[in-house]
């Protein structure tokens, strides 16, 4: 493992799930320095032995200092953070300045949340990278990855769930929704994806009225127009876990806009379940001739 | 009670919940000819003694020449009915040939299939009443009907909320949605008001961030452009104690276009618990200025 003098140090600020663990051994894949962002209350638990950061959301001066001082100008977020329960007597100076800003944002979508972060961000000199800047291979591939193929009830489900997803998405109210035989099942909101799935699975057979007819799919995508460089929706194999357990017959994704936290393995654990698992361009899904689209 | 001959003899399609039931004490009250058709699957616990005709979905020849033998010629459609199982080996020769259109149709949202329900019935010759044009005092009136009154940060949540639900209803997803604090915690689907609640009070406490804030709101309101005569959301005594159960501060419906079954009930449950009900014009709730509403 050699030095990379052209790849610039980078922090992970790490969330939930295996995004952030992903993008630390790409960087020591490609010899890149980086170090780990730990906020108290989302610490993972592969870190030993790793570099890493201890923060606490109260006092983001300190953080900055040790970014600083480490030479680490980039900077990604990797990983969905619940809002954190502030503790308002631990706030410190950098913290109270950006409080007029930070907390009225906290009360809208996440959208509106993550764009305020990644300006408090920016506006320290740091540059916010989105996970995919780090590792292109994220980006869901276009077309069907799975043994299993669609139907053409498959196709439609998927562009009325691409619709509803959007919809839900322009809001910033959730990245997905859960369509069967037309019907709408879910609509993501605050909860997340593995939460939803749960809802379908506990909710949804009644009412898919066909019993030999298409058993649904999940769709997701970004929101319009929002940052790419955080919060993209990604999935992962524990996603296809869920589908399944839903009862759905696979997922959609729209291609390059939807980060596969390991695609083969992702690909291997549908593969194995029988489901689906297809990345759709945004061009294709809306419109009506979607459900020719082989 | 004297004879109504201004009003025509009216048939009640019996579905879910407390409506059917209103209606024909409505009829009673005035003195008003009813009959409640009773589908097979649907048949309410409440109906011994009043004058019914049991029907099947596969066999509405059948039902048809009823109507007509009683001199039905008038019909509402009273609470929800879930899609039925069809048993296609008992399909008779009407519903052959309305099948062509009926299936798909029961294949789109909600707002399609009860369009091409009501179309059916009016093909036959009759007239297809809304629940509140037999009983206009059904409509949820204007303004806080509750001891609880609203905060300003209730009042966000409102206009949130109608946003979010409008939005789904226009996809012919559901008519409403949970959002407390500017988080939305819930989007109706086609499992309905009570189940969304269910899953609010079970998933959404960890997402009120501000343990003192607000508490959340339900909001109801028709989708835009659906057919008002069918299908209108309706609330009652359930629907506030779901609500308490999911740990919301109250219940927002939009004046006029949501149906209160029982309205004292219904305020008095919410006065018990300590929630409010609020009835909302369509003007206020979606513009920044109903921020100030009192």
Redesign the interface.
């Known amino acids: 493992m050699g030095s990379a003098p052209d790849l610039q140090p980078l922090a992970i600020v790490a969330g939930d799930g295996d995004l952030p663990k992903l993008l630390a051994e790409e960087c020591q894949r490609s010899g890149r320095d980086y170090v780990l962002v730990l906020f108290a209350g989302f610490a993972p638990d592969w870190t030993g032995g790793l570099p890493v950061i201890n923060a606490e959301f109260e006092k983001p001066a300190r953080m900055f200092k040790a970014l600083k001082a480490g030479g680490f100008r980039a900077v990604t977020f990797a990983g969905a953070m ?5 503790r308002p007597l631990k706030f410190d100076w950098k913290f109270l300045r950006l409080a007029p800003t930070l907390l009225p944002a ?4 996440d959208d509106v949340t993550l764009r305020t972060i990644t300006a408090i961000f920016e506006s320290e000199g740091m540059e916010v990278l989105g996970a995919h800047d780090v590792l292109a291979t994220l980006l869901a591939p276009s077309g069907v990855q799975t043994v299993a193929k669609l139907s053409k009830a498959d196709w439609a489900d998927i562009k009325r769930g691409f ?2 997803a959007e ?2 998405g ?2 910033d ?2 990245q997905g929704a859960v369509v069967a ?7 993501e ?3 997340g994806t593995d ?1 939803m799935l749960r ?1 379908v699975a506990e ?2 057979d ?2 898919r ?1 066909d ?1 030999n007819g298409a058993r649904g799919v999940l769709c997701k995508l970004p929101k319009p127009g929002q940052d790419w460089r955080t919060d993209l929706p990604s999935i992962g194999p524990a996603t296809i876990r869920a589908a399944a357990k839903a009862g759905l017959a696979g997922v959609a994704v729209q291609a390059g806009g939807v980060l596969v936290l390991g695609l083969e393995q992702t690909v291997a654990k549908a593969d194995e379940l029988g489901l689906f698992l297809v990345g759709v361009g945004r061009d294709e899904a809306p419109n009506d001739s979607a459900g020719e689209t082989p």
Do not use: E, N, Y
């Open positions: 619940q809002r954190p329960q502030l906290m009360k809208s979508g619709d509803i919809a839900a322009r809001l109210v959730g035989q037309g019907i709408c099942l879910a609509v909101s605050i909860q939460t809802f909710t949804g009644a009412f009225l019993k």
